[in-house]
């Protein structure tokens, strides 16, 4: 047994509905940021 146990989380069908709207808060902010710091964060969903 582990020690803490693993747990695993993922998003529920509601949660990714939120998808869309965080893609589209990263790319306002990558039009908004200075140059050396667009693109910082690589988000898994893109």
């Known amino acids: 047994m582990e020690k803490p ?3 695993e ?3 529920s069908e ?3 509905t ?3 709207v965080l893609k ?3 790319d ?3 039009q908004i940021a ?3 710091q667009r693109g ?3 988000p898994i969903v893109k």
């Open 40 to 42: 910082i964060w690589d």
């Open 9 to 11: 989380y993922e998003l």
């Open 14 to 16: 509601l949660g990714k």
């Open 24 to 26: 589209a808060m990263y």
């Open 34 to 36: 200075p140059p050396e």
């Open 18 to 20: 939120l998808i869309p």
């Open 5 to 7: 146990p693993r747990v």
């Open 28 to 30: 306002w902010g990558n």
